[in-house]
């Protein structure tokens, strides 16, 4: 009974996988926007980002991303809450990467208030992305750079030491190894120069 459940267990995960990956394939060309004031666009969404992103982002002036439509998630909001996300489709994967580059590149400021563009994806791999995030700064804060891949591997890099993490704990476990052998390797350092004291004293 115990390996039937196991068996099923592991069957239902693989079928999850294998869904969020298809619903991923299908807002592959999709770029969700955050933060970006309620009613700016006026009546015409598409027309508005259409016409912003190339001022937005000066690298994408020579040849102009094209998008195929724009719409908001939720009902509308009032001024004082924070704005609903906004979703639009490019014609081409090609179109979206260059956009997510080029907000990586020069971050958008309006009205005091920063504007993010990140890419869509399922609820199921957003959930696994997010929880990458707490560790990912906990790497970083210790001087690795850090990475997310697709869908929730992450890639950090100090120097030439690159390293690939599926698991969020198994980076988490890593870090701390870490600490441990610079914790012993100071201390004994420290016991050397104690040793070296002693005997320089006559």
């Given at each position: 009974?115990?390996q039937?459940?196991?068996?099923?267990?592991?069957?239902?995960?693989?079928?999850?996988?294998?869904?969020?990956?298809?619903?991923?394939?299908?807002r592959?060309?999709?770029?969700?926007?955050?933060g970006?004031?309620?009613?700016?666009?006026?009546?015409n969404?598409?027309?508005?980002?259409?016409?912003?992103?190339?001022?937005?982002?000066?690298?994408l002036?020579?040849?102009?991303?094209?998008?195929?439509r724009?719409?908001?998630?939720?009902?509308?909001?009032?001024?004082?809450?924070?704005?609903?996300?906004?979703?639009?489709?490019c014609?081409?994967?090609?179109?979206?990467?260059?956009?997510?580059?080029?907000?990586?590149?020069?971050?958008?400021?309006?009205?005091?208030?920063?504007?993010?563009?990140?890419?869509d994806?399922?609820?199921v791999?957003?959930?696994?992305?997010?929880?990458?995030?707490?560790?990912?700064?906990?790497?970083?804060?210790?001087?690795?750079?850090?990475?997310?891949?697709?869908?929730a591997t992450i890639?950090?890099?100090?120097g030439?030491?690159?390293?690939?993490?599926?698991?969020?704990?198994?980076l988490?476990?890593?870090?701390?190894?870490?600490?441990?052998?610079?914790?012993?390797?100071?201390?004994?350092?420290?016991?050397?120069a104690q040793?070296?004291?002693?005997?320089?004293?006559?």
């Amino acid at each position: 009974m115990e390996q039937t459940s196991t068996a099923l267990s592991k069957t239902v995960t693989t079928m999850e996988t294998k869904l969020a990956e298809l619903e991923d394939r299908s807002r592959r060309n999709n770029i969700v926007v955050h933060g970006l004031c309620e009613r700016k666009e006026n009546s015409n969404a598409l027309q508005y980002i259409t016409a912003q992103l190339p001022l937005w982002f000066p690298t994408l002036k020579d040849t102009p991303p094209e998008i195929m439509r724009v719409h908001r998630i939720g009902v509308s909001r009032s001024k004082a809450t924070k704005p609903r996300v906004r979703i639009f489709m490019c014609l081409r994967y090609t179109d979206r990467a260059r956009i997510l580059k080029a907000a990586r590149d020069s971050p958008l400021v309006m009205e005091g208030k920063d504007v993010r563009f990140t890419a869509d994806y399922s609820i199921v791999t957003r959930a696994r992305r997010k929880s990458c995030y707490p560790v990912m700064e906990k790497a970083r804060l210790e001087g690795y750079q850090a990475f997310l891949l697709y869908p929730a591997t992450i890639k950090v890099s100090k120097g030439h030491e690159h390293t690939l993490f599926q698991d969020p704990v198994m980076l988490e476990e890593f870090l701390d190894s870490r600490e441990n052998e610079e914790s012993f390797g100071n201390m004994t350092r420290a016991q050397v120069a104690q040793i070296d004291d002693e005997n320089n004293v006559t």
